[in-house]
Protein backbone atom coordinates (compact mmCIF):
# COMPACT_ATOMS: atom_id res chain seq x y z
CA UNK A 1 0.00 0.00 0.00
CA UNK A 2 1.29 3.26 -0.73
CA UNK A 3 -0.57 6.33 1.42
CA UNK A 4 -0.31 10.12 0.03
CA UNK A 5 -1.22 13.66 1.54
CA UNK A 6 -1.36 16.40 -0.04
CA UNK A 7 -1.00 20.10 1.45
CA UNK A 8 -0.71 23.55 -0.15
CA UNK A 9 -3.47 24.84 -1.11
CA UNK A 10 -5.70 27.79 -0.44
CA UNK A 11 -7.55 30.95 -1.55
CA UNK A 12 -5.47 33.34 -4.09
CA UNK A 13 -6.01 35.98 -6.62
CA UNK A 14 -6.32 35.31 -10.41
CA UNK A 15 -2.28 35.58 -11.64
CA UNK A 16 -0.96 34.19 -8.24
CA UNK A 17 0.50 30.97 -7.35
CA UNK A 18 0.71 27.91 -5.10
CA UNK A 19 2.70 24.91 -4.64
CA UNK A 20 1.23 22.13 -3.79
CA UNK A 21 3.17 19.03 -2.34
CA UNK A 22 2.14 15.62 -1.92
CA UNK A 23 4.12 12.60 0.38
CA UNK A 24 4.05 9.60 0.06
CA UNK A 25 4.76 6.45 2.44
CA UNK A 26 4.82 2.59 2.15
CA UNK A 27 5.48 0.92 -0.33
CA UNK A 28 6.41 3.97 -2.82
CA UNK A 29 8.99 1.76 -4.61
CA UNK A 30 6.24 -0.83 -5.98
CA UNK A 31 5.13 2.37 -8.11
CA UNK A 32 7.09 4.22 -11.45
CA UNK A 33 4.96 7.29 -11.52
CA UNK A 34 2.84 10.12 -9.50
CA UNK A 35 0.22 12.72 -11.19
CA UNK A 36 -1.99 15.35 -10.02
CA UNK A 37 -5.45 15.41 -11.17
CA UNK A 38 -8.41 18.03 -10.25
CA UNK A 39 -11.94 18.06 -9.93
CA UNK A 40 -14.14 20.70 -9.68
CA UNK A 41 -18.09 20.77 -8.66
CA UNK A 42 -20.42 18.91 -11.04
CA UNK A 43 -17.60 17.61 -13.18
CA UNK A 44 -15.27 14.56 -13.80
CA UNK A 45 -12.14 14.24 -12.24
CA UNK A 46 -8.97 15.96 -15.16
CA UNK A 47 -5.50 15.22 -15.45
CA UNK A 48 -3.39 17.81 -15.07
CA UNK A 49 0.17 16.54 -14.72
CA UNK A 50 2.25 13.60 -14.55
CA UNK A 51 5.64 12.19 -14.31
CA UNK A 52 7.56 9.16 -14.58
CA UNK A 53 10.20 8.43 -12.42
CA UNK A 54 11.73 6.01 -15.11
CA UNK A 55 14.12 9.00 -17.06
CA UNK A 56 11.58 11.50 -15.14
CA UNK A 57 10.26 12.74 -18.20
CA UNK A 58 6.76 15.06 -17.77
CA UNK A 59 3.24 15.10 -19.28
CA UNK A 60 1.21 17.54 -19.01
CA UNK A 61 -2.62 18.64 -19.62
CA UNK A 62 -2.66 21.69 -22.94
CA UNK A 63 -4.89 23.83 -20.37
CA UNK A 64 -1.64 24.08 -17.74
CA UNK A 65 1.16 24.05 -19.90
CA UNK A 66 3.74 26.91 -19.63
CA UNK A 67 1.72 27.68 -16.21
CA UNK A 68 2.47 24.56 -14.27
CA UNK A 69 5.15 22.57 -13.46
CA UNK A 70 5.43 19.38 -11.82
CA UNK A 71 8.65 17.86 -9.87
CA UNK A 72 9.64 15.43 -7.27
CA UNK A 73 11.98 13.30 -5.49
CA UNK A 74 13.99 10.28 -8.10
CA UNK A 75 15.80 8.64 -5.98
CA UNK A 76 12.90 8.01 -3.52
CA UNK A 77 9.63 8.34 -5.33
CA UNK A 78 8.30 9.91 -2.02
CA UNK A 79 7.67 13.46 -2.58
CA UNK A 80 5.75 15.11 -5.79
CA UNK A 81 5.35 19.32 -5.64
CA UNK A 82 3.07 20.60 -8.44
CA UNK A 83 4.17 24.36 -9.05
CA UNK A 84 0.87 26.80 -10.25
CA UNK A 85 1.84 30.07 -11.71
CA UNK A 86 -0.51 32.54 -13.67
CA UNK A 87 -3.33 30.95 -11.69
CA UNK A 88 -6.61 31.53 -13.39
CA UNK A 89 -10.44 30.97 -11.72
CA UNK A 90 -10.91 28.29 -13.65
CA UNK A 91 -7.80 26.32 -11.79
CA UNK A 92 -10.47 26.22 -8.95
CA UNK A 93 -10.81 22.95 -8.33
CA UNK A 94 -9.78 20.00 -5.39
CA UNK A 95 -5.92 19.03 -6.63
CA UNK A 96 -5.37 15.08 -6.14
CA UNK A 97 -2.19 13.41 -5.87
CA UNK A 98 -2.09 9.74 -7.42
CA UNK A 99 0.45 7.23 -7.66
CA UNK A 100 0.52 4.04 -9.22
CA UNK A 101 2.35 1.74 -11.87
CA UNK A 102 1.85 3.59 -15.28
CA UNK A 103 3.78 3.30 -18.97
CA UNK A 104 1.88 5.17 -21.40
CA UNK A 105 -2.02 6.23 -20.09
CA UNK A 106 -1.01 8.82 -17.93
CA UNK A 107 -3.95 10.95 -18.23
CA UNK A 108 -6.25 8.32 -17.48
CA UNK A 109 -7.38 8.54 -13.52
CA UNK A 110 -8.04 4.60 -13.60
CA UNK A 111 -4.75 4.18 -14.53
CA UNK A 112 -3.56 4.68 -10.78
CA UNK A 113 -3.86 2.75 -7.81
CA UNK A 114 -3.24 5.40 -4.97
CA UNK A 115 -4.78 8.36 -4.07
CA UNK A 116 -4.76 11.40 -1.56
CA UNK A 117 -7.57 13.11 -0.48
CA UNK A 118 -7.25 16.53 -2.07
CA UNK A 119 -6.51 19.78 -0.99
CA UNK A 120 -8.87 22.74 -2.16
CA UNK A 121 -7.56 25.31 -4.34
CA UNK A 122 -9.99 28.51 -4.69
CA UNK A 123 -8.36 31.03 -7.56
CA UNK A 124 -11.05 34.76 -7.09
CA UNK A 125 -10.93 36.59 -9.72
Known amino acids: QVQLVESGGGLVQAGGSLRLSCAASGRTFST ?48 VYLQMNSLVPEDTAVYFCAAGVVYSNYIRPSEYAYWGQGTQVTVSS
Do not use: C, H
Open 32 to 79: NAMAWFRQAPGLEREFVAAISWSGGKTYYADSVKGRFTISGDYVKNTQ
